[in-house]
């Protein structure tokens, strides 16, 4: 038995915050907007509902003593997470609010998610830093809200989805970058998401598990959208984090890009580099939903292909019911600097904590 | 294909060989008249119909053929000689699997698919099967309409040439749904092995996120839509329903799958609730009703990393040789195999997996 | 030492000091830790016993009792949501038995049965500790059982009471 052990700080990558009602927005609200959330509320593709395994998605324990919704109220969330967990600092990826069909009507959301999360959250609570909600299917849009939020220290990356309406390599999404670049913010693409089409290149699945576990396709999508699209010659800083879509898959992607690649890259001549290179240099990735391989060697393996030392970043994914717990999401020991590297170093780096 | 003059080390008198992926192309849809009925002659003459959507391999891209392997007349994979030539005897094969991927999926006339269906298939026994011994084929099927696919199969699943089912990997709903059970029933009771191969053109976008601009994108891509249709195969309980089914992954890589494997396993832990009928681990599964073909082979530069890739799909028997006939995956015919397999492996993969699995 | 459990047998904590136990001692110690009215068919308490953590169920009048701790991540196991058991032979046709008897730990969903501490899904390699448990009237417990979390003086005024006993290996 160890008795004494080196307390690693600790930063989770991935938090989720909620509303306690759509009330809550109100105050964020125009009086014309608060109309419409009242009369029509948000509209979106339809269709692509898989009932979670447990309501809201969230860990039984995680449903606060005040009656309202896991992850809406903060003394909860202080006590069950950041307290118990000591954390050094907590990184709120709110799922709302950037998507739907009316933009005009998205963009007033987003913006009064991100004034709610200052007033609400990150001012309350310092130890929480805030993503940037924007409507990202629309390119002009969404560069605004960067541009409102970007040079305040209550934000540390702009928030997208992993299904979107096209993949987002294509040029719709520049402005978006182009302003990200501006304030060196990076660019977070989390779970989930409802796209303009089924949840799978081969049509609608029937189960949950196949929504939440097929989520790896998505991510998949938009690396090799980012990278064949020269987004990165475009955008030489910018800088993407993976969230919540696991990771064993990234290396597999590297090594089949290139290979197409070397036969088709007169099709991409703005490429000038290996895709994997590319990967290598602008994809970070949150450690949860961690894999779990039935022999630790091969988690070994995963994590040197993925350069997890400098790209591994800590998750918990709280309040969701898919939680890792800090001390016992790897199913391997971790050398020491590894550990603290995925555990905090790395995020403290990128995120300028 | 100069370094083609070479054998690779592999190719021995000794060491049995089957290439589970050769592409044998319908020339063009006249090719097909002959075995059509009059009113779909007609009918394909009249209206202006020019075959099933074959966007999959860009005529120029240079994926989609081999130099040297264009028949005089007709596109490459369309001339016997030749590709018995490239394939069989320069691979001194004892078996190639020909997938045509002649993808009537496309038609959405479903009676009109299934007659293309019918007349590749015939096409197939005149021209390839009855030429050659050494050749076994694939059903050519309208999967879209699974009754009508499982007629063509009760039609032709006897014929000791055909050893497979085709489906395009791209479908309007994942193939674990009940609907495409009659293919499967057919499938199992005949003996034949189901082949779900990269392309086909489902009118649905090919990933959950769009539609992608290039074709480098939608090629490399393809992995996650087979990822997409091995998790529905398990999740809905296909191979409870068809304990005997064989499932190949043709052209879509795998080096991914162990990452399926670990995903789902630890998913299913958590929701098995949601689908009671699963009543093993999901990767069980995957090792025991799936195999791979070996091109396009996504690996890791490392030979050594490579090997220990292999290992983790924690099976000796997953992994089938295949060449890819005539798209252009790799440079020397030495790359066709992991360097430094160990000599029990790679006679697995050379032939014996495929031999058990396709019962040659 | 930790002993090992299931494939992730050396897994190392990085904050709380330890959350997977064993506990391979032979002697039984036996603890008093709730009322029978208490915990009524379909309940549940969580007890603090020896610095341990314990969920003690009453399954239609049979009590159990299961270690706090999921083998898998360590979560409050016990406080998760009670289900049956769920079987099926064949998709959409669903056989739902014995109802309230298996738990679903609080974080990940995993399915344990209360009755043998067994996972559902690898009963072989991974369960939960489970401990044994008796209903003794007020009189033994009064003669000399040890405390739990109950205090003497609760004893004196309840001792007609029948009380839910844990064996607890020392």
């Known amino acids: ?353 | 294909m100069d370094t083609w003059d070479t054998k690779p080390s592999f190719v021995r008198s000794d060491l049995p060989l089957i290439d589970c992926d050769i592409h044998n192309r319908v020339p063009s849809l006249g090719t097909l008249y002959p075995y059509l009925p009059d009113f779909w002659v007609e009918y394909c003459s009249t209206s202006g119909f020019g075959g099933p959507e074959m966007g999959d391999y860009p005529g120029g891209a240079p994926t989609s053929a081999l130099p040297d392997t264009k028949p005089e007349d007709g596109p490459p994979g369309s001339d016997l000689e030749l590709l018995r030539e490239q394939t069989l005897d320069f691979w001194e094969a004892d078996y190639g699997i020909l997938n045509c991927a002649y993808w009537v999926q496309t038609v959405h006339n479903e009676y009109l698919a299934a007659a293309l269906a019918t007349a590749a298939n015939d096409w197939q026994v005149e021209h390839w099967l009855d030429q050659e011994p050494r050749l076994r084929a694939s059903l050519v099927v309208s999967s879209q309409n699974p009754l009508t696919a499982a007629q063509e199969i009760e039609r032709m699943g006897d014929h000791p040439g055909f050893v497979q089912v085709l489906l395009p990997v791209r479908s309007l709903m994942p193939y674990g749904k009940r609907h495409y059970d009659p293919i499967f029933e057919a499938a199992a009771r005949h003996n034949l092995v189901v082949g779900i191969h990269y392309g086909g053109a489902a009118g649905i976008p090919p990933s959950p996120s769009g539609w992608f601009s290039t074709y480098l994108e939608e090629y490399a891509g393809a992995g996650q839509i087979f990822q997409a249709q091995v998790i529905s195969l398990v999740t809905e309980g296909t191979f409870d329903r068809f304990p005997d089914l064989r499932v190949a992954l043709i052209e879509g890589g795998f080096t991914w799958l162990a990452s399926v494997m670990w995903r789902i396993d630890k998913e299913w832990r958590g929701l098995r609730h949601i689908t009671p009928w699963i009543k093993r681990l999901p990767s069980d599964y995957m090792r025991d009703h799936l195999r791979f073909t070996l091109q396009p082979m996504d690996a890791p530069p490392d030979p050594k990393q490579f090997l220990r890739m292999i290992g983790q799909l924690d099976s000796d028997d997953m992994l089938m040789f295949s060449t890819d006939y005539p798209h252009w995956q790799f440079d020397s015919p030495e790359e066709a195999l992991p360097m430094g397999l160990p000599e029990s492996l790679m006679k697995k993969i050379l032939a014996e997996n495929a031999r058990e699995f396709y019962q040659l | 030492m930790r002993k090992k459990r299931g494939n992730f047998a050396d897994l190392e904590p990085l904050i709380p000091p330890t959350t997977l136990h064993t506990i391979q001692l032979n002697l039984m110690a036996k603890h008093v830790v709730a009322t029978v009215d208490e915990i009524p068919p379909g309940e549940r308490k969580i007890v603090e016993l020896e610095g341990r953590s314990l969920g003690v169920f009453n399954i239609d009048g049979e009590f159990y009792a299961v270690r706090n701790i999921c083998p898998h991540q360590g979560a409050p196991l016990c406080e998760g949501r009670l289900t049956g058991l769920l079987e099926s032979d064949v998709p959409g046709e669903y056989r739902y038995t014995r109802k309230g008897e298996i738990l679903r730990c609080v974080w990940h969903g995993w399915e344990f049965d209360i009755k043998t501490g067994q996972s559902w899904w690898n009963p072989a390699q991974k369960r939960v500790r489970k401990y044994p448990v008796e209903v003794e009237d007020g009189a033994t417990v009064a003669s000399g059982l040890q405390k739990g979390p109950y205090t003497a003086e609760t004893y004196s005024v309840s001792v007609d009471q029948q009380y839910v006993v844990i064996d607890m290996p020392e």
């Open chain 1, 1 to 353: 038995m160890k008795s004494t052990r080196e307390k690693v700080p600790v930063i989770d990558t991935d938090i989720h915050n909620t509303l306690a009602s759509p009330e809550s927005l109100h105050p964020y609200l125009s009086e014309r907007w608060r109309k419409h959330q009242t009369m029509i509320g948000g509209r979106g593709h339809a269709g692509s509902n898989y009932p979670r395994g447990m309501p809201h998605a969230a860990r039984h324990d995680a449903w606060p003593p005040s009656g309202l919704s896991p992850g809406a109220d903060l003394a909860f969330m202080q006590e069950q997470l950041l307290d118990a967990w000591d954390f050094e600092y907590g990184v709120l990826n709110p799922l709302m609010g950037g998507s739907g069909l009316n933009l005009e009507y998205v963009a007033a959301i987003a913006r009064a998610i991100n004034d709610w999360q200052v007033e609400e959250w990150t001012t309350p609570e310092p130890r929480l830093k805030a993503s940037i909600v924007v409507p990202y299917e629309d390119g002009e849009l969404a560069a605004e809200e960067i541009h409102r939020r970007g040079e305040d220290p209550n934000f540390v990356q702009v928030l997208l989805i992993a299904r979107t309406d096209e993949p987002l390599g294509r040029r719709k999404y520049w402005k978006i970058y182009e302003a990200a670049t501006q304030y060196d913010l990076p660019i977070g693409i989390h779970f989930g998401g409802t796209g303009a089409g089924p949840i799978t290149g081969a049509g609608a699945p029937s189960y949950y598990i196949e929504d939440h576990g097929g989520m790896p396709q998505a991510f998949q999508t938009q690396v090799i959208s980012l990278v064949c699209e020269g987004v990165f010659e475009r955008f030489p800083t910018l800088k993407f984090v993976l969230i919540e879509g696991g990771f064993a898959w990234f290396p597999p992607l590297m090594w089949r890009l290139d290979q197409s690649w070397k036969k088709l890259k007169e099709e991409v001549p703005d490429l000038k580099k290996l895709p994997s290179e590319y990967m290598k240099e602008h994809f970070w990735l949150s450690s949860q939903p961690v894999e779990e391989p039935p022999k630790r060697e091969y988690f070994d393996l995963l994590l040197e292909q993925l350069n997890a030392r400098e790209r591994l970043m800590f998750a918990t994914d709280y309040p969701h019911w898919d939680f890792d717990a800090p001390d016992r999401a790897f199913p391997t020991s971790l050398a020491p600097d590894v550990k603290r590297r995925i555990m905090s170093d790395n995020a403290r780096e990128l995120y300028k904590l």
